[in-house]
């Protein structure tokens, strides 16, 4: 399966702040995916970045909160915008599941606000 | 509304005694049904899928199953170094539902 590396690996940031998250794959994929999955919960779909399209979100995340980039088949950047100790966080990107098949998780920024 | 809901949210095994882990959901549709083993600062890593009802696959000390309603996550004769939080999802339509997971426990 893809190696999938995410950048940075942990954060600690102050509110009203923005911070990028970086997703580079190994291998050229069509479909990567952004979630959140807050302390002691599962995971929790963001949104879908296809290359050379509008990113697609999940009902309660919005674009002016989660802007999303995918600017190549190799690379996804999230940002999380104006943030609030409520965005503290593990947020993971995860590749793959064309045609049914399972998606593939890199280990997350851990994401703490103050 | 996609729901997965998965069973018991905890527990602790003997190293040895060999127990199920659940999952039951409500799809519209069900592509696929994934498990995946999570450990402490690390991502979902992916174990199996399963298609159909009736469908089964092992790996070492894990054996998943799967019927219209729920799927089954069997240990055998587990291993401290199976300690880790266990997760099923489903793929309805095009995005995978997770359940809360399942956090287990072996002690030697």
């Known amino acids: 399966s893809a190696v999938i590396s995410q950048k940075p690996s942990r954060d600690i940031c102050q509110r009203g702040t923005s911070l990028t998250i970086q997703c580079q794959v190994d291998s050229q994929v069509t479909m990567m995916f952004w979630y959140r999955q807050q302390p002691g919960q599962s995971l929790t779909l963001i949104a879908t970045?296809?290359?050379?399209?509008?990113?697609?979100?999940e009902s309660g995340f919005v674009i002016d909160k989660f802007p999303i980039s995918r600017p190549n088949l190799t690379f996804s950047t999230l940002t999380v915008s104006n943030m609030s100790p409520e965005d503290s966080s593990i947020y993971l990107c995860?590749?793959?599941?064309?045609?049914?098949?399972?998606?593939?998780f890199g280990d997350g920024t851990r994401l703490s606000i103050l | 509304e996609d729901q997965v809901t998965q069973s018991p949210e905890a527990l602790r095994l003997q190293e040895g005694e060999s127990s199920s882990l659940n999952c039951s959901y409500t799809v519209s549709g069900l592509r696929g049904l994934f498990w995946y083993r999570q450990d402490p600062g690390k991502g979902p890593e992916f174990l199996f899928t399963l298609y159909s009802a009736g469908e089964e696959k092992e790996k070492e000390r894990l054996k998943a199953t799967l019927t219209k309603k729920e799927s089954f996550l069997h240990i055998t004769a587990p291993k401290p170094e199976d300690s880790a939080t266990y997760l099923c999802a489903v793929l309805p339509r095009r995005a995978l539902t997770f359940g809360s997971g399942t956090r287990l426990q072996v002690q030697p």
């Open positions: 970045a296809n290359q050379g399209s509008e990113a697609t979100y």
């Open positions: 995860s590749v793959g599941g064309d045609s049914n098949q399972p998606q593939h």
